[in-house]
């Protein structure tokens, strides 16, 4: 299990174990080139793969890229049905270069939904490279973060009946165990490319005390040079996790009192 920001205080580096990100703006990538949005959604493999190496190289442990949203079956039929091929042949083609690197692949999502086929590519490319020791690639498809914590619920609830009798013993560490990331550390860095300033049903409990970056490029014009901006960016936050400026610079470790007197003024 990862330490949860919001009940420990994460131990923080200059490099973000744990990257996230919003692959967005393929469609206007493409219509500004007058070519058809599906043209963005093929440039953005090349994208996937030079941000894979870059994470890799950084020393990332594990880099999140949001790849097909549970809403994104509202899109044209055509389009969903493209995005699904173009998923299905980067798994075919792309596996045994993330195994000879030693990067593990894990998909997250409601995977059933996906035809029998592309369910069949993604747990064979799992298997593949369970054993890989490097960066692990999480690619989140047909994901939702309500689908998330829903999920979660019902997982828990399957488990610890009980619970249900008494929701006021419901702690954060009982539901923790069964979300999508829970042997992940929580992202560090959030990225969202394309210029939306909008988390869209990304990692909703995960994100908590995450640092945000948006950027104007569209996603297939991401790779290693926007990525260091973003890295750079993240050097010079200063994460507070709740606590202020002035303890951080004192090195003043201080827990949770349990209760404090309001002072009279
Ligand atoms: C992101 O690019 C890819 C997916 C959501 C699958 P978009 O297709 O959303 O591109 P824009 O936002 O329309 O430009
Ligand atoms: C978010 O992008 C989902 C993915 C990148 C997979 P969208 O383009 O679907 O987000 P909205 O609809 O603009 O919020
Ligand atoms: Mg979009």
Redesign the pocket.
């Known amino acids: 299990m990862s330490v949860s920001s919001t009940q420990q205080i994460p131990e923080t580096g200059a490099i973000p174990r744990h990257v996230a990100i919003i ?7 493409a219509k500004k080139r007058m070519l058809p ?1 599906v043209a ?2 093929a440039k ?1 493999v090349d994208a996937v793969r030079a941000t894979v190496e870059t994470c890799a190289r950084a020393g990332v442990q594990c880099l999140t890229l949001f ?3 549970s809403e ?1 079956w509202r899109r044209p039929v055509e389009e969903v049905s493209v ?1 699904m091929r173009l998923f299905l042949t980067a798994l075919e083609k792309e596996v045994a270069l993330l195994r000879k690197n030693g990067i593990r692949l894990r998909v997250i999502g409601d995977l059933s939904a996906f035809d029998a086929k592309l369910q069949e590519m993604i747990a064979r490319g799992e298997a593949d490279t369970a054993h890989c020791k490097g960066m692990t690639l999480v690619v989140a498809a047909n994901y939702g973060g309500r689908w998330d914590i829903l999920n979660a619920t019902r997982q828990m609830l399957a488990v610890r009946p009980d619970l249900a009798a008494n929701p006021q013993a419901i702690a954060e560490s009982d539901l923790a165990p069964y979300l999508a990331l829970a042997d992940q550390p929580e992202p560090d860095l959030f990225i969202r490319t ?1 210029g939306e300033h909008r988390v869209s049903n990304f990692l909703l409990w995960q994100l908590a005390y995450t640092e945000f970056y948006f950027t104007d490029c ?2 297939p014009d991401f790779g290693a040079e926007e990525l260091n901006k973003a890295f750079e960016s993240f050097t010079r936050r200063e994460r507070r996790f709740g606590r202020t400026s002035e303890q951080l610079q004192s090195g003043q470790v201080s827990t949770h009192p349990g209760s404090v007197e309001v002072l009279s003024s």
Do not use: P, Y
């Open positions: 692959m967005d703006g393929n469609g206007r990538w949005r963005g959604h953005g790849a097909f949203s994104n995005l394309g569209f996603w």
